[in-house]
T-cell receptor, first 113, second 113 residues
Framework: KNQVEQSPQSLIILEGKNCTLQCNYTVSPFSNLRWYKQDTGRGPVSLTIMTFSENTKSNGRYTATLDADTKQSSLHITASQLSDSASYICVVIVTSGTYKYIFGTGTRLKVLA | DAGITQSPRHKVTETGTPVTLRCHQTENHRYMYWYRQDPGHGLRLIHYSYGVKDTDKGEVSDGYSVSRSKTEDFLLTLESATSSQTSVYFC????????????FGSGTRLTVV
């Protein structure tokens, strides 16, 4: 069964600290992987996209890594800010005849001053 | 979110009543999707459209119908709302090029009492 699991479910950190969110997937055939940020009361917004051959992709203070062999991805946030408080959703895209998104349940991050 | 709007943003309705949610886009994208988001679940696909009058079911389509008579509008109808349909509903759009990914609307919070 295609699944995307994220950990931790929730996380609280102090402003300025770094953190890493994890995503494990059992999805095939794999096309690419995206990380989305979802602010409270808003729709998800794409942060990064990674294809099978990419190991690292950065977007400002956000850095995503992908290990296609172990089927793991991580999202590292550097020097966190209050505005980073949000849910972060890992999505694996499958292309097996149809184009399909498999969503993780997300990690809820709270950054405290 | 730019290019995609959902209406209403919030709605409370009674069990057994019909409800229609609207998704409107100005991007002229071919693909449109309806998802629901519930605690403990990743976003789950209800229905999607790949063109005017072309729609198909997703993984949680029971109790929902959709229509797309114009490129810009995708309607989701709950024929007879039930409490289990209390959720946040998101519309998403994307162009044919798979690398561009989804753009999500801001969501509709529906409460069925």
């Amino acid at each position: 069964k295609n699944q995307v699991e994220q950990s931790p479910q929730s996380l609280i950190i102090l402003e300025g600290k770094n953190c890493t969110l994890q995503c494990n997937y059992t999805v095939s055939p794999f096309s690419n992987l995206r990380w989305y940020k979802q602010d409270t009361g808003r729709g998800p917004v794409s942060l990064t996209i990674m294809t099978f051959s990419e190991n690292t992709k950065s977007n400002g203070r956000y850095t995503a890594t992908l290990d296609a062999d172990t089927k793991q991805s991580s999202l590292h946030i550097t020097a966190s800010q209050l505005s980073d408080s949000a849910s972060y959703i890992c999505v694996v895209i499958v292309t097996s005849g149809t184009y399909k998104y498999i969503f993780g349940t997300g990690t809820r991050l709270k950054v405290l001053a | 979110d730019a290019g995609i709007t959902q209406s209403p943003r919030h709605k409370v309705t009674e069990t057994g009543t019909p409800v229609t949610l609207r998704c409107h886009q100005t991007e002229n994208h071919r693909y449109m999707y309806w998802y629901r988001q519930d605690p403990g679940h990743g976003l789950r696909l209800i229905h999607y459209s790949y063109g005017v009058k072309d729609t198909d079911k997703g993984e949680v389509s029971d109790g929902y119908s959709v229509s797309r008579s114009k490129t810009e509008d995708f309607l989701l109808t709950l024929e007879s709302a039930t409490s289990s349909q209390t959720s946040v509903y998101f519309c998403a759009i994307r162009p044919p090029q798979q690398s561009y990914g989804y753009t999500f609307g801001s969501g509709t919070r529906l409460t069925v009492v």
